[in-house]
């Protein structure tokens, strides 16, 4: 089980990242690009999940692609999954409840390596 001090402690790790908000919640960001944040359900979120609508700490993630966010929910349901909000958007919700530490950087790190710019990117990977 994650927390947000794990997300605080992985995201702020990785080179350039800040803390910041959006929407009145935390976020995290590369040169001002968002690649994680606290994502709340909302009225229209709880009504379209229904009796399904998760509880406690959920974080938004991007992910490369739309094609990695549906393998990421088809892989782990109970750890994964969106909502309406973000049909055809590269990015998945995450149970913070569900999800083990390590998993929780990978992802991170990926949703990272979509935001930053190549050339960080770049030296990131070469340097791990």
């Keep these: 089980m994650a927390t947000w001090d794990d997300v605080r402690r992985i995201a702020l790790a990785l080179p350039e990242a800040q803390e910041g908000t959006a929407w009145g919640n935390i976020a995290w960001r590369v040169r001002k690009a968002m690649f994680v944040w606290e994502r709340p359900l909302h009225r229209p979120d709880l009504e379209a999940l229904g009796d399904a609508a998760p509880d406690g ?3 938004g993630v991007r992910v490369p692609d739309v094609g990695a966010k549906e393998a990421l929910i088809a892989d782990s349901p ?3 999954f ?3 909000h973000f049909d055809g958007y590269p ?3 995450v149970l913070l ?3 083990e530490v390590d998993e929780l950087e990978e992802v991170i790190v990926e949703a990272w390596l ?3 710019p190549k050339r960080l990117a770049r030296e990131y ?3 791990h």
Excluded: F
Aim: glycine share 4%; with cysteine.
């Design 78 to 80: 109970g750890v994964y």
């Design 57 to 59: 700490p959920i974080l």
């Design 97 to 99: 409840d569900e999800i």
């Design 82 to 84: 969106t909502v309406p």
């Design 114 to 116: 979509c935001r930053a």
């Design 91 to 93: 990015a998945v919700l």
């Design 125 to 127: 990977l070469e340097a």
